[in-house]
Each structure stands twice: as structure tokens, then as C-alpha cells.
């Protein structure tokens, strides 16, 4: 997707409010936001989209540009785009409210990539392998799940492979709309892989056997209400993450943020399937901090390996002084770092030692750099994480 581009996806994305700015009603909202979306998907993919029940939305723009980006590229993103773009200028206050931020193509590629290398070195056949489900607990307008699409043959994007839950109903409609794009000759049932619901919930994400690729860029919202549902494995795996930091008398409320409940959540759907691999974006602060002390003993004791990419962008990190260092998220209101975490489980045996790796620079260096690593070119650093705390850096 380039930026030459983005003039076209703001301007469509101000016809997607056009659309529904007079509407008053919440389910009004989000059935007008559906309708726009299919008109659009139908508009950009051609007529594997029926638009007949909507016939009285109709772009003033002229969309060639857009149809050019897909046809040049065979890319679907645009639809995203568009999607991610009309949630930041005209859906800000949920969007915010929730910690919905947008992940970079060049992000979502690492990760999902990573997890493919990571299932092959522990005898899987990565994401293509007929017996993994691939799951996204946070799945937004679904580039994480389009990126693992990408490794399915042909024919093999379905609601029985491919799982992902999303609070905001129209990412998760242009998730599956997506979805559906790249799913050649399925009906709409069978390429259904997201749901709008909140994953937190115990009956949001299906029971799944077998290994699993658990991709998730988790909520950015430091003061999170959800509660994991009481009587689930999350629940408890959250209680371990939890209780030194209460047993230490330190503040507890640096636990509420929503990225360490929905790491609970992956941890917990891991270790009840029995093998796979997990790959997260999450804040880089919990790496050190002595609040988190919970959460990375509880990791060293369910997982076999664990990979730790570090890709800082904090403006107040102490690493600051050494060189110019910038956020990989274009779009992060909140001056946070982030890193990315993976949690490979084979046997369950636990680990001593962590992968590290610092990564600091411009966001466009830093994006070039995931584009062109994966974890078997990555000169990692070897951690030996000390008790009490077990610090990751």
C-alpha cells in the first residue's frame, strides 16, 4: 500500500461516513457501515459480492485508483485501509476507548511469518499444515489472518481453519469480507472466519484441538473494564500473572491493561491444545518492570522457547539518548514502545533462556528490517532471567 494512495482511501472513507453520519441508532450504524463495505468489496473484487439489497449506495468517487492497487498488487488491503482509516478520523472515540490501533503491513508480515518458521522447527508443517488452526482473538479489520491466508492452498481459507473475534462490527465484517476475497469459489458461510464479540467472553473462541498459530496484536488500552470470564483457564493463567505482583504490594492496577488479558487468553488456549505457537505485540515495558514479574515467570514455566524482538519506540525509554528511535505504529496515540513475543510450546517442559533482540531506528528502518528478517536470521541474544524478577532485557 503506498501513500501516494492514501488522498483516495481518506476520500472514500469520508463517503463511509457520508453514508451513516445521520443515523442515530447504534444497530442502524452498523448495519449502514456493512452495507457501505459490501458495495465497496464488490466495487474492488467484482461480482463475487452482491450488492442488489443495497442498491441505493452509490460512491460519488471515482474508484479506479483503488481497483488498480488491487489488480496491480492482487492485494486486498485497500478494503482494510479504507476500514482503518474511516475508524481513525470518524470512529475516534471507540476506537480509542477500546485501544483499537492499526497493525503495518510490514508488522503483521513479521509475525505471521515468524509463527511459520517457528511451527516448522518444532516438526509442524507450519500454517499450511492441514491439522493447525490458525486463531486471532483481536483480529480487527484482519490483516494478521489475511497475512496467514497467504500460506493456505488453494481453497483452504475457512471458518473451520481460521478464527477471529472483533468488538467493532464493521472490522469484522471487512475481516471476513476479506477473507472471503481470498477464499476463490467459497460461499459466505464457509469463508465466515471472524465473529463480532469480545474474545474475553468464555463462548467468543471455539474449542480447537491440535496445534495452533495463535496470532494477536492485542487491544492498546491501559485501563481495561473487561474481565476474563470466571471459571476459564484465562482466568486462572491471569490470576498467576497476577498474584506476585500482589503478594509484593505493588500496584496492581498495572495488570488492567487489556494486552495482558488477551496474553492470558493465548496462553491459556496454548497450553489446553498441547503444541504451537504464539506471536503477540505488546507493550515493551512489562519486559523489565517488577508488576510483570507474574506474567514472565508463568511464561517460563509453560512454554519451551521463547523469542523476544524488542522494537522500543517509547520517547521516554532510557535508550533514547543513543539515536533517533520511532514507534513501527504510524497511527499510536499513546507514547508506548512495543516489542513482539513469541511462545513456542512443544512438551511444556519450560525454559531458562530467553531469545532477545534490541531493534531501535526511524519507523521506515524499522520496517524495512521486518520485512527482511524472520527468527532464523535474527542474531539473537541469549537472556538468562534472574529471580525474583526474571527480567527479559
Not at 442488489?52 to 492482487?74: M, T
Not at 476506537?95 to 517457528?118: E, I, K, Q
Not at 493456505?152 to 464493521?170: L, N, Q, T
Request: hydrophobic share 45%; aromatic share 8%; with cysteine.
Amino acid at each position: 500500500m503506498t501513500d501516494t494512495l492514501l488522498p483516495t482511501i481518506d476520500a472514500v472513507a469520508t463517503q463511509v461516513h457520508a453514508h451513516v453520519s445521520r443515523l442515530s441508532s447504534e444497530m442502524m450504524v452498523a448495519a449502514a457501515e456493512e452495507a457501505v463495505f459490501d458495495v465497496l468489496a464488490s466495487v474492488l473484487f467484482g461480482g463475487s459480492f452482491s450488492v442488489r439489497r443495497h442498491e441505493g449506495i452509490v460512491f460519488s468517487l471515482d474508484l479506479d485508483a483503488l481497483k488498480r492497487e488491487v489488480i496491480q498488487s492482487a492485494s486486498i488491503d485497500v478494503l482494510s485501509a479504507v476500514c482503518e482509516r474511516y475508524l481513525a478520523h470518524f470512529r475516534t472515540h471507540d476506537r480509542h476507548w477500546l485501544g483499537a490501533f492499526y497493525t503495518p503491513a510490514p508488522l503483521a508480515r513479521f509475525l505471521v511469518h515468524s509463527v511459520d518458521a517457528l511451527l516448522h522447527s518444532i516438526g509442524i508443517d507450519g500454517i499450511a499444515d492441514p491439522d493447525v488452526r490458525v486463531i486471532d482473538p483481536a483480529c480487527g479489520s484482519g490483516n494478521l489472518l489475511a497475512e496467514a491466508a497467504s500460506f493456505a492452498p488453494s481453497g483452504g481459507v475457512s471458518a473451520e481453519k481460521f478464527h477471529g473475534v472483533e468488538r467493532i462490527s464493521c472490522a469484522s465484517h471487512v475481516c471476513n469480507l476479506r477473507m472471503r476475497a481470498l477464499c476463490s469459489g467459497c460461499d459466505a458461510a464457509a469463508s465466515a472466519c471472524c465473529r463480532t464479540g469480545n474474545a474475553m467472553e468464555s463462548l467468543a473462541l471455539p474449542n480447537v484441538s491440535g496445534p495452533l498459530a495463535i496470532l494477536c496484536g492485542p487491544p492498546f488500552n491501559q485501563y481495561s473494564t473487561d474481565v476474563l470470564a470466571e471459571g476459564t483457564g484465562a482466568a486462572a493463567v491471569y490470576r498467576r500473572y497476577v498474584a506476585p505482583c500482589i503478594e509484593r504490594g505493588l500496584d496492581a492496577n498495572a495488570q488492567t491493561d487489556a494486552y495482558i488479558k488477551f496474553t492470558a487468553l493465548c496462553h491459556d488456549l496454548l497450553v489446553r491444545s498441547g503444541s504451537g505457537v504464539i506471536g503477540l505485540i505488546v507493550r515493551h515495558a512489562w519486559l523489565a518492570s517488577h508488576a510483570h514479574a507474574g506474567m514472565r515467570i508463568a511464561m517460563m514455566q509453560d512454554f519451551d522457547e521463547m523469542f523476544v524482538v524488542d522494537l522500543h519506540g517509547d520517547p521516554h525509554d532510557r535508550f533514547h539518548h543513543h539515536r533517533r528511535d520511532e514507534n513501527v505504529y504510524r497511527d499510536m496515540v499513546y507514547d508506548v514502545g512495543v516489542c513482539v513475543l513469541f511462545l513456542v510450546r512443544r512438551q511444556g517442559k519450560g525454559c531458562r533462556e530467553i531469545k532477545h533482540f534490541d531493534l531501535f531506528g526511524d519507523r521506515a528502518e524499522k520496517w524495512d528490517w521486518l520485512r527482511n528478517h524472520t527468527p532464523n536470521s535474527i542474531p539473537w541474544n541469549t537472556l538468562t532471567p534472574a529471580e525474583p524478577w526474571c527480567a527479559y532485557a
